[in-house]
């Protein structure tokens, strides 16, 4: 995300537009065809967050064109594995499908997503343009071309309890360390004057609860400082995975202290239990998505209304000097990007979840999935739904950032806006954003093997040492399974490195 200052105009200026409208083209608007009759199977992970706008929309739809929506729904831990074999094997039960964007890898090369380019380009109704550049050049585009239709915008960032920081003068956490230190100091204090004993930092830590972005996220300080395409995974040179080093370790000291900083059954917590108890009050600080930002407004469970502030990802004053392979002092060749000597690198985990069409659907029922999609982005409707906690999308759109009326009329204050949106547009600006993977196989990567080996970790089941080595020699494996040079070609084409 998991943002609408007029200021924000600046980061889509910056970074420049793609992709332009062409002029005379005709207005392909998801209420001007008729698709009485017409079926569309879009799938998507087992919600609510992601498929309930689908579901609450698809009847306003189905009024608008005549077109069925039929949402189904399967656990994220096994939606790759499902659309991977649906489409290798021809099954083709599906003819949409909203997911991660990193699978692009593995979906357009043998041709089973629709080329959308087009159709994006015609239709007038997208705004396609409004569509931040970050989100149209990762979560969109795959070598030049348009496969996916943004319908969210992912980066993670630091939660924290405004009022109470503020009571005890402290600052928001600028460092790693920062954060553990503000953890501890409320480690075990009543936050929320209930009577019971609450936590400094609550995180999602359960095994196949994409907790290994967390890991990413705070790793990402240690091991990139020179910019976006220094990349945070692999060395661009050899293929060789930066999980074995000092940083590494830093990160993996830092992850296994929060995991002793929080609920006693943070273990198992999955991020609906994170989120759960930081709107009702009983967590100091928090590591999620944009989803808090808009849970925490919502009266029927929040607790800390006008109570959280929210700040890019706390960096770090050490990080790794791969000349040496050692921890380093920031300076200014080695943290060109600091900001009062700390590194820090916002990670774009996930990059958003988009919408995506089967190439081997029938015409018409592809014309009205793109529909869909269309209608579901544009910005009269995503404007409302990024603003609501439970639909798990968040701001992707200039307009999004820029338009402070549906934010106040969900009932975020003005400055609770400006807190948040600050947050994400200090990530999106940064030019040493961490872009997650996308390269073939990428789930293997981050799904498989980073995330049993981080929940080893925890469990005491594996030292430090221990799972550095068993991430670096699952990754090399499998990179020389696929083959080190297309792996290599692939992941730094997807940093934009030409040379």
Not at 80 to 100: H, M, P
Not at 197 to 216: P, T, V
Not at 317 to 345: E, F, I, M, Y
Not at 423 to 439: E, G, T
Request: glycine share 8%.
């Amino acid at each position: 995300m998991r943002r609408f200052l007029a200021k924000a105009l600046v980061l889509v200026a910056g970074v420049g537009l793609i992709v332009s409208c062409t002029s005379g083209s005709s207005n392909n608007t998801s209420s001007s065809t008729n698709f009485s009759g017409t079926t569309i199977r879009v799938v998507t992970f087992t919600g609510p967050q992601i498929a309930e706008p689908l579901q609450r929309r698809a009847p306003d739809f189905e009024k608008l064109t005549g077109a069925k929506v039929q949402v189904i729904t399967v656990p994220f831990a096994d939606l790759y594995q499902k659309l991977l074999t649906d489409f290798a094997t021809k099954t083709n039960s599906y003819d949409a499908t909203v997911f991660d964007p990193q699978w692009m890898g593995d979906y357009v090369p043998p041709g089973y997503l629709e080329d959308l380019t087009d159709r994006v380009q015609k239709d007038s109704s997208l705004q396609w343009n409004d569509i931040a550049p970050f989100f149209r050049d990762f979560s969109a585009t795959f070598k030049g071309k348009v496969y996916t239709v943004p319908l969210d915008g992912d980066f993670q960032m630091v939660y924290y309890r405004k009022d109470l920081l503020q009571k005890d003068g402290l600052q928001p956490p600028a460092t790693w360390d920062d954060y553990i230190s503000i953890a501890k100091h409320f480690q075990g204090k009543d936050l929320n004057g209930d009577g019971k004993n609450d936590y400094g930092s609550c995180l999602a830590m359960k095994r196949s609860a994409q907790s290994y972005w967390a890991w990413i996220s705070i790793a990402a300080a240690y091991l990139q400082s020179k910019g976006t395409k220094q990349g945070a995974f692999f060395n661009t040179d050899n293929m060789q995975p930066l999980t074995n080093n000092p940083g590494a370790a830093a990160a993996l000291d830092v992850y296994k202290q929060l995991s002793k900083i929080g609920p006693p059954d943070q273990l198992n917590n999955d991020v609906g239990d994170s989120r759960g108890l930081f709107v009702t009050g009983r967590c100091a600080l928090s590591l999620d998505w944009g989803d808090i930002g808009t849970l925490a407004i919502d009266p029927t469970q929040s607790k800390v209304q006008d109570k959280v502030g929210a700040v890019i990802l706390p960096g770090s004053k050490r990080v790794l000097d791969r000349s040496t392979n050692q921890l380093a002092d920031c300076n200014a060749t080695l943290c060109p990007n600091a900001v009062n000597g700390v590194n820090h690198a916002p990670f774009a985990a996930f990059g958003g979840w988009s919408g995506a069409i089967n190439k081997a659907s029938s015409a018409k029922v592809k014309d009205a999935a793109f529909a869909f999609l269309s209608y579901m982005s544009a910005p009269k409707q995503s404007g409302e739904d990024v603003t609501i906690g439970k639909t798990g999308f968040n701001p992707y759109r200039t307009s999004q950032f820029t338009n402070l009326d549906n934010w106040t009329k969900a009932g975020m204050s003005t400055q609770a806006a400006n807190d948040y949106l600050g947050a994400i547009k200090s990530s999106l600006q940064s030019p040493n954003m961490v872009l997650d993977l996308r390269i073939p196989q990428s789930a293997f990567y981050e799904q498989t093997a980073l995330d049993q080996a981080l929940a080893q970790f925890l469990a005491g089941e594996i030292s430090l040492n221990q799972t550095m080595t068993q991430i670096t020699n699952q990754w090399n494996s499998k990179t020389d399974e696929i083959g080190r040079q297309g792996q290599l070609d692939a992941y730094k084409s997807s940093l934009s490195i030409t040379k």
